[in-house]
């Protein structure tokens, strides 16, 4: 069984104004997906070699979006101790993080990571962060 879940959305690509490229983001579209209402999105860079994790939320729930960058991310259910890495690379998908998936995200290359991050609680919650 896989551990990821992932969130497709659209990009939108104005054949009349030329070198314009939204990224559109259905709010709604997302809480259905993480099953809550988003109430926080932030960015997350990730210097060159450097990882944030390993934890995981009882509460908080994340889509996470690729802005710039590659990022490793290791997930793992901390009930059946599934693991899977990823890497996440700029694109039209979100990786969905529900509660109780231990995540880490690991930046390999030598460039900075830029994730942007759709939560469903507020972000480093420190009553929130388990180990």
Sequence with gaps: MSVARWLEYRIDVDPKKPGRRQEVFDLKAIEAALGAPITYVY???IQPGATAGMHYHKQ???AVWMRE??????LEDVHTHAREVLTLTP???MLLV???VYHAASNKTDKPAL???FATTLPRDPSDDWH
């Design 98 to 100: 529900p509660r109780e």
């Design 60 to 62: 908080h729930q994340v």
């Design 115 to 117: 994730a942007i991050m």
């Design 43 to 45: 960015s997350n860079q």
């Design 69 to 74: 960058g590659e990022i490793e991310m290791t």
């Design 91 to 93: 694109g039209n998908r």
